[in-house]
């Protein structure tokens, strides 16, 4: 069986399919209310710092998936005919057309219940979903 590479030259779409894998990374592709958070979670954040949403994502500190020693990070392997791939897609694609709600109540990072980043320690947390803690 021969495998032929597929190159798409529209670079927005190949942002949204690198944003789609960071959230399914990140939320495990499983909950659409995880997958939601995460969007617009990404969405606040670049709003925030005045970045793009991709550049947000690329952020290896905030989402530490991209981290081939991150537990999560074979994830980002997902084929992209996985369902669950498929619906962080579709919330991705939601969020670039600023159609998605604030399902993160305005968070700008967040991190996994299972972790304690240093910068998470004297704060608070604003909202949780699926394990996952987003503050302001």
């Known amino acids: 069986m021969r495998l032929n590479l597929v190159k798409n030259p529209d670079a927005a779409a190949m942002d949204k399919y690198e944003i789609a894998r960071a959230i399914y990374a990140e939320g495990g592709g499983g909950s659409l209310r995880a ?6 979670m ?15 994502v690329r952020d290896i500190a905030m989402f530490s998936a991209r981290d081939k020693k991150s537990p999560r990070h074979n994830a980002w392997h997902v ?9 962080c897609l579709r919330v991705v694609n939601a969020m670039l057309k600023q159609n998605l709600g604030d399902y ?18 004297a704060r ?13």
């Open 35 to 40: 997958a939601s958070a995460l969007a617009s």
């Open 42 to 56: 990404v969405a606040n954040a670049a709003i925030a710092t005045s970045r793009t949403p991709i550049d947000i």
């Open 79 to 87: 084929h992209v005919n996985d369902a669950g791939f498929q619906m």
């Open 104 to 121: 993160c109540n305005g968070a700008t990072n967040f991190h996994h219940e299972d972790e304690m980043p240093d910068w998470a320690i």
């Open 124 to 136: 608070g947390y604003i909202a949780e979903c699926d394990g996952i803690l987003f503050y302001a």
